[in-house]
């Protein structure tokens, strides 16, 4: 049976470390647990220590995911965010589904720990998206057979949707696969800013992205989050970090 090992790219969360990874631990007992720190100033370090095999990573979703798939020794990398909740069922499906030598990575079904009319379209077009375009981000929990992940180099070296550039590299070698067992993610971020407008903001960065806009400005707009001017549109940030 293939060895898997869990890789945790985290900064400041000292609020669910403990959470996350004590129902890792408990769902997934055989599997390597390695969390890659990213400069954390909190007690995230000492509250996964004890949990985990920590590791110092230079700060950055793509560096530390990285850090961690090269320290780890499984034969499938599975990348899972400290926010998110991880059905017990996926396992046992991932490695099903990377029976077939024709797949290379894949995803979990999307949902989110709130139930809201704008939560539950966001969670059924990202998943459909990943079904049809192949198109598989973070918080899906995404999983790589570790030989493809090493041809790749890895994830690529950008700031932001290097999950989406990781998965579009991963399609052009073999089939990801959707399984069905749920990746249960955090609406924080989408419910402070407004459901609606986060889902229109981020389509607007995927289409900056498509467009060939320079991943470091689409981070530094990202970061300021979503602005509307007076009439209700999107206003866009200026090059410079605001």
Not at 34 to 58: C, F, K, M, N, R
Not at 82 to 88: F, I, L, S
Request: charged share 20%.
């Amino acid at each position: 049976m293939n060895q898997v090992s869990i890789i945790v790219p985290v900064l400041n969360e000292e609020a669910t470390i403990h959470g996350a990874l004590s129902r890792l631990r408990r769902g997934f007992p055989d599997c390597e647990l390695i969390v890659v720190d990213g400069g954390s100033t909190d007690a995230t370090v000492e509250l996964a220590a004890p949990l985990s095999t920590v590791i110092a990573g230079e700060r950055g979703r793509a560096r530390q995911m990285n850090e961690g798939a090269r320290h780890a020794s499984g034969d499938i990398l599975w990348f899972v965010h400290a926010d998110t909740a991880v059905d017990p069922d996926a396992l046992s499906q991932i490695r099903v589904a990377l029976a077939d030598p024709a797949v290379v990575g894949g995803g979990l079904s999307l949902r989110f720990d709130r139930r809201t009319p704008a939560l539950n379209y966001l969670a059924w077009t990202s998943n459909a998206r990943a079904r049809r375009l192949h198109h598989i981000f973070g918080d899906q929990a995404m999983f790589i057979r570790r030989t493809d992940f090493d041809a790749l180099g890895g994830f690529p070296a950008l700031p932001i949707m290097e999950d989406l550039e990781m998965s579009r590299r991963l399609h052009k070698r073999g089939a990801l696969r959707v399984v069905p067992a749920t990746s249960t993610a955090s609406s924080r971020r989408l419910t402070a800013h407004g459901t609606w407008r986060m889902i229109a903001f981020m389509q607007y960065l995927k289409l900056l992205y498509f467009a060939g806009v320079d991943p470091e400005a689409i981070q530094v707009r990202y970061t300021a989050g979503p602005r509307l001017f007076p009439n209700g549109s999107l206003r866009t940030a200026p090059a410079g970090r605001s």
